[in-house]
């Protein structure tokens, strides 16, 4: 692992869905932390303009970054894929499939100015399978692939395509929980901690303060390197 090299022997990294605009808040945080995330992106999404309405009534801005704007708000973070239209893979025809992965990361490839490598599955519940899995990995160019299922652990894991994240952002009293356990533990062997969510859902489920009180916790720590998904799982 390329942390390992480094002389580390644990990561913390982070991973964001749908490229909406409350990722221009999360990334200044990130980068006054010291701390590195994996943006994933809709291609053909950019842009448009949305509203979700929660079950108590609450309004959420749910708008995209523009196009042109992709390569400047992420800047020194990673941009990564999410399909072209977030549709669930698993219902989706083989060829619709791969075109909704591998032309999400041909543009967004483009719009980056590096060629992008990494993915997260879109929609909640079932949102892949094992047709899914090999058809990403044998007709695209992604190489590591994010599920939503967190599973609590530090453990790497062997199957990048399936990569299950520890946490969710939006619980904030597990994650800092969980970090509390990471800072502490002493280890001979690579531990990760991967964070994962959506930056729209600070505005409504964790509030940005306490995403900075997170953030104050585990940065600026000599043991830990900070990286996105790209330097630290592949």
Same mark, same amino acid.
């Given at each position: ?38 943006? !994933? %992106? ?10 979700? =309405?929660?079950? /108590?009534?609450? *309004?959420? #801005? ?25 549709? !669930? %893979? ?10 909704? =992965?591998?032309? /999400?990361?041909? *543009?967004? #490839? ?125």
């Amino acid at each position: 692992m390329f942390f390992e090299a480094q002389g580390k022997k644990k990561a913390i990294t982070f991973s964001y869905d749908d490229g909406v605009t409350q990722d221009i808040r999360l990334v200044e945080l990130l980068n006054k932390y010291g701390l590195k995330g994996t943006f !994933n %992106l809709n291609a053909e999404l950019l842009s448009k303009r949305g509203i979700l =309405v929660r079950r /108590d009534g609450r *309004r959420i #801005s749910h708008y995209k970054i523009h196009p042109e704007d992709v390569a400047y708000v992420y800047e020194g973070h990673e941009i990564a894929a999410h399909t072209l239209t977030h549709p !669930n %893979l698993t219902q989706c025809e083989d060829g619709e499939v791969i075109r909704q =992965v591998e032309e /999400d990361r041909l *543009r967004l #490839s483009e719009l980056a100015g590096y060629e992008v490598l990494g993915m997260a599955y879109p929609c909640g519940g079932v949102n892949h399978d094992d047709r899914v899995v090999d058809l990403i990995k044998t007709h695209t160019g992604i190489r590591y692939s994010r599920t939503i299922i967190a599973n609590e652990s530090f453990d790497p894991q062997e199957d990048l395509f399936r990569f299950q994240p520890t946490v969710h952002s939006s619980g904030f009293d597990k994650m800092m929980e969980l970090a509390r356990e990471f800072l502490e533990m002493k280890t001979e062997t690579p531990k990760i901690f991967y964070i994962w969510g959506h930056s729209y859902e600070m505005d409504y489920a964790v509030d940005w303060a306490r995403l900075e009180e997170f953030f104050q916790l585990i940065s600026h720590r000599d043991d830990i390197f900070y990286g996105t998904n790209r330097e630290i799982l592949l």
